[in-house]
Each structure stands twice: as C-alpha cells, then as structure tokens.
C-alpha cells in the first residue's frame, strides 16, 4: 500500500547531474535539499507524520546517504537508529544478505542483535531504485527479528519499478520521477 | 578552548570490541548507544545545548558514521545539513583535502557551493581520534567560505592527542578515553 503524501515544496531542491556517476545516467542530487533547513526538516517531518507518532521502536537507516534522514527519523520518533551498513563495516555479530545490482551484487550488513523481538522497524533511505536494496533491507530487518513497519524514501524512481519489490509494505516516497 | 559537559549517562551504552578493525585496537562500538533512544537523543541534545539554539546555519558530518549524529544535530538546530564525503561520492562541483592516516593518505570532498560567505558551521563526526579527519574537515570548510564555529564528537580518544590539532577551535566531545 502506498501512502500518498503532499511535498511539491521539496522538488525545486532536487538538483540534476547528468551522467553521473556513469554516461547516460541523470543522478538526482539531494544535498541542495539538505543544505536547505526548511527542505530538510519538511521531508523529515513528513516522514515521521505518515507513519504517526508513538508506533516506531526503531528506524533502520541504509549507508550512507540513508543515514542522514533515518536518524533525524529516529530522533524525531524517540526511536532508537539502526545502520545497515556494507560489508565488513560492522564491528560486532552481523547478519548480512547478497542482492544482485545492475552489474554485480551487493552485500548489506546488520548487528544481529539490533532488535528486540517484535519491534516496530521503519527502513529509510535516500532513494527507491529498482528496489533491490529496500527488498533485502526488509529481508534482513526480519531475519533479524524486527517487524517491519514500512519504508520511507525521499526520492522514487518509479520508472524503475521497485515498487513492485516491495508491494506487500507500506511504504512513502516524497518525490516522485 | 574544551566546552565541558557531563553526559556520564552516555558511557555505558558503548561497547568495546576487541581487535577490530585490527588486531591490537579496541574499537568503540557506539552502535548500542544509537539504538537506544534516551541515549541517542541526549547526544544529539548535549551537542545542541553545548553550541546554543539559534547560532548555527550549516552543520557538516563527516562520512559516514559522522552523518548519523550531524543529521539530528541539524534538524534540532533547525540548520541545513552538509555532507563531508570520501573521494569520488560526491556529484556536483568539489573541493578536496588530503590527510595523513597512519598507513596512507585519505581524501575528504565537499560541495564548494554548500555554504554562503561568513554561514556559521559545526562540524559534528562519531569519534576525535588523531584530529587528522578534524583538522581536515575544518580546513575543507574554511576554504569553502565556511565559519568554523566548532566541532562536536561523541567520543575523545585523549590519548592519541587529536584535540591539540583542533586547539584553535571550540570543541565538544562527550566521552573520554
């Protein structure tokens, strides 16, 4: 299910790059909306009010650029911050889950002892692809013990499908391309 | 000049790990801190308590333990948030630093549009270890038209010495070892 949220305020601070970080590709640059305090706040602020106050035990925020709205989520909750990091990065027990990317595949890492059993997980990042990280993120939230509650981006590539990946959560995106 | 400040609450939700990244260091494990939210947010509290509401106008965290602590910092200050991030992350126009590590040399990046001449800027990381990361990050701001107002860390490594590379500025750290 999608929850549909209304923040056309933010899209004027989305900047284009063309063919980064290879030809062909237009990279949606969020730093200007970042660097912005209304922008920034807004977009956190509507991330926290479409999953309601009070029902979030922990925000999952994935390397790197999802940390950067996943912890100010969490602390806006009263939630506590859990980092899904890449390989290696973790120093404690970890659980980890391989996705395939474009070219290549891609490891994801957790703290096996992250969550308490049953706690209410928000999974957050920069931007929804072709979803193939927001799929193992909740994979691996669950096989971690955490029940995911949803997910939150601030950008969706819809034309890249990942909504399909992730149909059976709620989940918002605030800008959508 | 060392802004004191008891956050004694903090220290036990620190984790040593034991040869990582290494063999020989101890790792400070700040991730069960994180994790639980009256710890979190008294960080992200005591750093915006320390540099007072109302005074800041950017904060830079430094890649990418450092985005999780400078995110919620910014939001609560109501400042924009920068990214400071290693070579090659970052899409737009940079400018770059190089900086001794005690094997090899690493290379921090930054937007050089992200601030207005004179904009106030606290630049918030996870740990104070040599001051190597620090100095070079108040150097990067600086040479972009930055006013470093000072820096914030949740963790000091006082033995290896790194606040005599940052005396010049104001500084917070929250933990000591």
């Known amino acids: 299910m999608r929850i549909e949220f209304d ?3 933010l899209a004027e601070s989305v900047r284009d790059i063309p063919d980064f970080p290879k030809p062909g590709v237009v990279f949606k640059d969020i ?6 305090p209304s922008a920034f ?3 956190v602020d509507a991330i926290v009010v479409s999953y309601g106050r009070g029902h ?4 999952v925020g994935i390397e790197a650029r999802g940390f950067i709205i996943a912890a100010p989520v969490a602390y ?3 939630a506590g ?4 990091r890449k390989a ?4 404690y027990e970890t659980m980890s889950e391989s996705y395939d ?3 290549g595949e891609e490891t994801l890492e957790i703290h096996a002892d992250s969550f308490n059993p049953g706690e209410k997980v928000l999974i957050v990042d920069d931007v929804l692809a072709t979803g193939g990280t927001a799929r193992a993120a909740c994979d691996l939230v669950a096989r971690a013990g955490g029940d995911v509650a949803g997910l939150a981006f601030i950008i969706e590539l819809s034309f890249l499908g990942g909504a399909e990946r992730i149909k059976d959560f709620d989940f918002v995106s605030l800008l959508q391309y």
Chains 1, 2 share one sequence.
Not at 31 to 36: F, K, Y
Not at 81 to 84: E, G, K, M, Y
């Open 101 to 103: 990317l474009e070219y």
């Open 7 to 9: 923040t056309g305020i």
């Open 81 to 84: 911050f859990v980092p899904l």
């Open 88 to 91: 290696g990065k973790l120093p």
């Open 56 to 59: 979030i035990d922990k925000v």
């Open 76 to 78: 806006h909750f009263n």
């Open 31 to 36: 730093t200007p909306l970042l660097a912005d």
């Open 41 to 43: 706040s807004s977009a």
